[in-house]
Nanobody
Framework: QVQLVESGGGLVQAGGSLRLSCAAS????????MGWYRQAPGKQRELVAS???????NYADSVKGRFTISRDNAKDTVYLQMNSLKPEDTAVYYC?????????????WGPGTQVTVSS
């Protein structure tokens, strides 16, 4: 098992930047991909970005060119750099660790961090 804790959320004006961090209690090396999801009030949780070892990161169309995901396996941490933030980016952001399994896949989630973008 692994526990995930997000940090770095907060209130920012439109056009501003935030950097989210996701610290894991254990090694993240075997988790592929690691990802960031978000859920806005009244909406379903959606994938923002994901990254697997040795692969090109994947981004939702709505954040391409503005957000950058990275992972540091040595520090067991995943980051989400968010630039040019928009009010529609307001949501609770969750870190996810995914591992494919023979019998079943495993998913771990953090408690989330609130990001609020004011216009």
């Amino acid at each position: 098992q692994v526990q995930l804790v997000e940090s770095g959320g907060g209130l920012v004006q439109a056009g501003g930047s935030l950097r989210l961090s996701c610290a894991a209690s254990g090694s993240i090396f075997s988790f592929n991909p690691m990802g960031w999801y978000r859920q806005a009030p009244g909406k379903q949780r959606e994938l923002v970005a994901s990254i697997a070892n040795g692969r090109i990161p994947n981004y939702a169309d709505s954040v391409k060119g503005r957000f950058t995901i990275s992972r540091d396996n040595a520090k067991d941490t995943v980051y989400l750099q968010m630039n040019s933030l928009k009010p529609e980016d307001t949501a609770v952001y969750y870190c996810n660790a995914h591992r494919f399994g023979v019998l079943r896949d495993l998913d771990y989630w953090g408690p989330g961090t609130q990001v609020t973008v004011s216009s």
